[in-house]
């Protein structure tokens, strides 16, 4: 009788353990579900997110560089501090990944190169490109007499300075009309091939105005054809944080044409770009054509340079009927402008 109590009793015992052991792991189980061993990272004492990993940090701060060398390959971009890394359980239902890339977008530093025009040691442009900077310098030279030009190499935080053709053009004609002019004035000066946008005389054009679709273009020296009928940059490359293209003012309905032969690889739409056309002009280099109101291409088809592609619009993320054109080489936007030029 005392053996069988004996036993009775160490099976008792035994079954507890077992149970408290399991009862244990439930309860480490349901921490690790509902609390995630996590990162929390820091930069500069501002708190950045809570990241899995170190390489999932690497990954959106690695997303986060390439934003800005899209805009210009040539860009240091870098943290202004290291980043610190905290191991941290944290609650898995208040985890939100939403915000990890705007802090730490705040966060990245980019140094551009950029090229200012000085005048009387003042500047007056800013260019992304040297050869830019250079031909606003001679046209001034070669406009005025003994002027004091300069071009400066300099390193900016931000693109926001950078001229398009248009302000360019019109801060050229607002130095020379200030200075003496190299030769004798003339009563009517002759009218150059790509003549300077003036503000006063050439008032901006309205929707009211027809649209041109039998825009028939001429190659530049660039070799490519300017993509529509209207010459009016409203906003250059890199004309804003992450402007891609190149756009220029027209009215719903005016040829947007390909600026060079190629095959068609898109026509449809695309989400901000709205109804979108891409050209593929080989060696990895495409042409892209936005917010059209009316594509008149499909995909496949070869089309020739200066080709009817799409009617103007502002179809997709627009404020105003315009194109907004695209060159991208490997998949990469780059400036447009020395394409069509
Ligand atoms: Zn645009």
Known sequence: MSKERATCKIKYIILSVVSLVLICAAVVVTILNTYKPMFEVTINNEFIGYFKSRQEFDEVYQTLVNEKLQLDETAKVFLDTNPVFKQAFVKASTLDNNNLYTSLRAQVRAEYTTYAVLVNNEKKMEFQTKDEADKYAKSMKDQVNNLNVAVNEQKTAELTNIN???????????????????????PEPKPQPKPVVKKTTKPRQTSK??????????????????????????????????????????????????????????????????????VDHGDGIQSWYAHNSKILVSVGQNVAQGQLLALQGSTGRSTGDHLHFEIRVNGRPVNPYPYIR
């Open 209 to 278: 105005s027809t649209p041109n679709q039998n825009y028939a273009p001429v190659p530049s020296a660039s070799g490519g054809v300017w993509p529509t009928v209207s010459r009016r940059i409203s906003c250059g490359f890199g004309g804003y944080s992450g402007h891609t293209g190149l756009d220029i003012d027209g009215h719903t309905g005016d040829a947007n044409v390909a600026y060079k032969a190629g095959k068609v690889v898109f026509a449809g739409w695309s989400g901000a770009y709205g109804y979108l056309v891409k």
């Open 164 to 186: 398009n053709i248009e302000s360019a053009n019109a801060i050229l004609k607002d130095i020379v009309s200030r200075h003496k002019p190299v030769e004798e004035p003339k």
